[in-house]
């Protein structure tokens, strides 16, 4: 098949195809522990489907405006001034299927070819992917371990050039969950400034936080104008079915991902657009009590790993992953990752599935009950001492 010559610059989310091998396994009657996909193991809490049900009785079931239903806007908004300290009105607010179209908007709309856009590696693989698609040059900012895997502002600062367009932030973080601190976003933001870069900041994990004080760079002097502020409703919800995210941006750039929007989707569900304003309206309690689930298991996985024998790993700040280290273990990534889920039952990722600076690390999610996380880790140490 002759395809147009963009499409091999086009990555993939390599969670997809181990969940996909993991299920080829499990039809041949293996039992495998999933720990591979970033997907809450809850349900959407009952008042938001509940909300979703009546929005359709109520008849929104047509085409919206394809920003978005201008009363969601207002509410998006508003939940950002809350949460972020912000100012943002409606007409800045682009409602999208999911968080994952602004990333893909955002860069088809800032990048041209030949640009340069800095991401966080490891990181969101679709970040490289959608860069080199529009035939940009993905320059990798390395987060190391030595900082806790927070982006290096030096470091940034030292692989910016005159062609660089976008700078693409992630906290708290996946695969790492690492959160960049106030003193952190500062140093960014200057770089943004001086330099004249946007910065797309990917921030849906904002309430998956446990040490520290979740921040936005959209709240530092001066950034405001030049982020695409991202968040969503996938993970702190546990509604990623659903595909509901939104972003906020000055409103001229909104105008033109809606435009980007009416060529492609051409709007979000509008049900949908109201399940999510019922998501912030209402008890915020079986959210909360998902947060603390994450929680206990990231301090249950943190400790647990740390006694598998070459294996070390940080205790993250926010998401719901861990990555350890597992150089000690003298295994190369991919090949520990796919032996942890041909011979142990085990389904992770290789931190080299999120970049080259993932090699020596292993992504295990935490969106799966104490019981199996216990005994996945188990099964690892069984591997690794077998
Ligand atoms: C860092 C990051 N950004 C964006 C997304 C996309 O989320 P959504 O389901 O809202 O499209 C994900 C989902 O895994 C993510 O990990």
Redesign the pocket.
């Given at each position: 098949m002759r395809l147009a010559e963009r499409m091999s610059r086009l990555g993939t989310e390599t969670a997809f195809e181990v969940l996909a091998r993991a299920g080829e396994l499990e039809a041949e009657g293996r039992d495998i522990i999933h720990l591979e996909i970033?997907q809450p193991d809850f349900d959407t809490p009952d008042y938001i489907k509940d909300a979703a049900y009546q929005a359709l009785q109520d008849g929104y079931t047509g085409y919206g405006p394809s920003a978005g239903l201008p009363e969601a806007r207002e509410r998006y908004a508003q939940y950002l001034n809350e949460t972020r300290g912000t100012d943002y009105e409606a007409s800045e607010v682009v409602i999208t299927p999911?968080?994952?179209p602004i990333?893909f908007f955002g860069i088809l709309a800032l990048v041209d070819e030949g640009d340069e856009v800095i991401y966080p590696n490891p990181g969101?693989p679709?970040y490289e992917s959608v860069t080199e698609f529009v035939g940009a040059r993905a320059v990798a900012a390395p987060l190391r371990e030595d900082r806790e895997f927070r982006l290096d502002p030096e470091e940034l600062a030292s692989l910016v050039t005159d062609r660089t367009r976008m700078i693409i932030l992630?906290s708290p973080h996946?695969p790492t969950g690492s959160m960049l601190t106030m003193e952190d976003l500062e140093a960014i933001a200057e770089v943004a400034i001086e330099n004249d870069i946007w910065v797309l900041s990917?921030e849906?994990?904002s309430k998956m936080v446990y040490d520290g004080e979740f921040h936005s760079i959209a709240e530092v002097d001066g950034m405001r104008d030049r982020t695409i502020l991202?968040e969503?409703?996938?993970?702190t919800y546990a509604m990623?079915g659903w595909?509901?995210?939104y972003a906020a941006m000055p409103s001229e750039l909104a105008d033109q991902i809606a435009k980007l929007q009416t060529n492609s989707n051409s709007c979000t569900a509008s049900f949908i657009q109201i399940a999510g304003m019922a998501a912030y309206d209402g008890p915020q309690d079986e959210s909360e009590a998902m947060m603390d689930a994450f929680e206990e298991r990231r301090d249950v996985m943190v400790e647990a790993i740390n006694t598998l024998p070459g294996v070390s790993c940080l205790s993250p700040a926010g998401a719901f992953y861990v990555f350890p280290n597992i150089t000690g273990t003298g295994i190369d990534s991919r090949e520990l990752a796919s032996r942890c889920l041909e011979e142990a039952g085990v389904a992770v990722l290789s931190g080299t599935a999120f970049g080259e600076y993932g090699d020596g690390y292993l992504r295990l999610s935490s969106a799966n009950n104490l019981e199996n996380i216990n005994e996945a880790i188990e099964r690892i140490r069984g591997l690794l001492e077998g």
């Open positions: 970033g999911g968080a994952k990333l969101f679709i992630n996946n990917d849906p994990y991202l969503g409703f996938s993970k990623t595909r509901l995210g």
